[in-house]
């Protein structure tokens, strides 16, 4: 332990971000890095304490607590607060594919479960994290590292997002040929059009696969398998097959009027949004305006209080919404752990996320509503929608179920005036022409079905991971999925595993 005292010397400091009125005119990331001095200040916090519930993973109460891919998080803080970077990225990336990806876009369990934050804030663990691998980049001691021996195996995987990319990078490792397919026009799947670029900027994820490319993966773009790629004909001509493919079926808001224009899928908004920076190589500036699905001045209704929401908020401020409105079935939860609620769950607690914070400079209120849902659309002359009636919620015990369940209050409906509605409401599983065209079984939740703790499916060498068989989940338990799925498959072919 490099200073034991250290949790009680240094505060807790995060990198500074942009001011929310400066931010909302680009789609660049927006924070600004600590020094290394101040980072070691912050590797110092760590109290390596006895037992590190940081990187436990496991479940408590039904939520992950602590690191879900087991990160070596107390000895990669040392290594920070002794300027060992080095030695810092080779603990890291022990456990972690992708510490860019995670460092940015997870919600970091592991500083729920940090031993600090029982009697005060946890050590910045996820920042420490991205500083590691950042700093590895600039001193372009990150590289290519392919195998020296190859197996004469060939893998194919199904899907690039972060389940399809842990698991290749696994097995490329390994010595396997690894072939990754992407029904999209981009690789990375929903890490390159499913987060907006605010959070995730793309040339961080091309960087990475060039890293891969150049380590001998093989990646294939516009591959939609069941589609205009045969399915069998991928069986055949490898040894294994992993579908990564993700929860890919967005839940749908059934009520009167949904068929009025202007109401999108919160992933198909995303997605526009991202293609159209992308494809015109500019972030967002005044003169930017051709936007395929826009909210320029419109008043956005957003449905779905989660982290997907939010990024609609941020990414509708970002385009010139007028107004926007976020929906929320569930009651506000409290701003400090609930007593039935302790350390290290997970805190069940409010929190206001970069979205938010932006409605709330912009418009001077949180766009959150509370306890409410959409009974009706109402659409105009020419088809467009114009209205939306809103019900308020309560929870109500449910007998027939035999759980608190959100009902509507009598007499509780009102109208709002909408011009745009993004259905932010999760997703529903595989995709069935992907699982049809590998004959692969569903469970009852629509994910790729397999014994508990497996990853093989009921068709003989091919296997799942990610989303599309957990679930809609985190990234990081994505790359988990992957990295498990990729030693199943390598004991599977080669009777063993070193993975």
């Given amino acids: 332990m490099g200073k034991p005292t250290g949790f009680m010397e ?35 916090r760590c109290m390596e304490c006895g037992v590190p519930f940081c990187q436990s993973g496991i479940i408590i109460g039904g939520m992950a607590s602590g690191c879900p891919i087991n990160n ?19 603990r890291l990336m022990k456990t972690n594919n992708f510490p860019e990806f995670t460092g940015r876009v997870c919600p970091a369990p592991c500083e729920a479960a940090c031993t600090c934050s029982l009697n005060g804030d946890a050590v910045a663990i996820k920042e420490n994290e991205l500083t590691i691998i950042e700093h590895a980049y600039e001193e372009g001691y990150f590289k290519p590292n392919p195998p020296k021996v190859r197996t004469g195996k060939k893998i194919a995987i199904i899907g690039s997002g972060p389940a399809g990319l842990s698991a290749a990078d696994q097995l490329n490792k390994r010595g ?19 987060i907006p670029n605010m959070k995730l900027e793309k040339q961080i994820i091309k960087r990475r696969i060039n890293i891969m490319k150049e380590e001998g993966i093989t990646f294939v773009t516009k591959a939609d398998i069941g589609g205009n790629y045969n399915a069998e004909e991928i069986m055949k001509s490898y040894d294994s097959v992993i579908l990564a493919c993700g929860a890919s079926n967005p839940r749908d808001i059934k009520v009167p009027g949904r068929e009025a224009k202007g109401i999108h899928f919160a992933v198909d908004y995303l997605k526009a949004t991202t293609k159209d920076i992308l494809d015109r190589n500019k972030t967002l500036t005044p003169d930017f305006k051709n936007f395929t ?5 419109k008043k956005v209704l957003v449905i779905g209080g989660g982290d997907t929401g939010n990024d609609c ?20 939860l409290p701003d400090q752990r609930a007593d039935n609620n302790p350390w290290p769950e997970w805190p069940k607690v409010a929190k206001t996320d970069y979205g938010q914070e932006e409605a709330i400079s912009l418009y001077g209120e949180d766009p959150r509503v509370y306890q409410t849902t959409v009974r009706e659309f109402i659409a105009d002359e020419q088809g467009n929608v114009c209205k939306a009636k809103i019900v308020r919620l309560e929870s109500k015990f ?33 995709q069935s022409y992907v699982a049809d065209a590998f004959g692969v079984e569903l469970d009852v939740r629509t994910n790729v079905k397999t014994d508990a703790g497996n990853y093989q499916t009921n068709v003989d060498n091919v296997f799942v991971a990610g989303d599309m068989h957990r679930g809609q989940s985190l990234v ?22 070193n993975l």
Avoid at 21 to 28: A, S, V
Avoid at 293 to 297: C, Q, R, Y
Avoid at 401 to 430: H, N, P, T
């Fill in 293 to 297: 699905i826009t909210a320029k001045g």
């Fill in 313 to 332: 908020v941020g990414t509708a401020i970002r385009q010139g919404a007028i107004s926007v409105v976020q929906l929320e079935m569930m009651p506000k």
């Fill in 10 to 44: 240094y505060e807790r400091s995060v990198s500074h971000a942009e001011k929310p009125k400066e931010r909302i005119k680009h789609f660049n990331e927006f924070h600004q890095p600590l020094s290394m001095e101040e980072r070691k200040c912050q590797g110092a």
């Fill in 398 to 430: 449910n007998e027939e179920s035999k759980r608190f369940m959100m009902e509507e209050i009598a007499g509780s409906e009102y109208e709002i005036e909408v011009d745009m509605v993004l259905i932010a409401a999760g997703f529903l599983g595989a």
């Fill in 72 to 90: 070596l998080i107390p000895e990669w803080n040392d290594s920070i607060y002794r300027g060992n970077m080095k030695q810092a990225l080779s």
């Fill in 476 to 497: 990081v338990w994505a790359i988990r999925e992957g990295r498990e799925a990729a030693k199943a498959v390598d004991t599977h072919i080669m009777g063993y595993s």
């Fill in 176 to 194: 396997h040929s690894v072939t990754v397919y992407e029904r999209s026009d981009r690789l990375g799947g929903l890490l390159m059009y499913g």
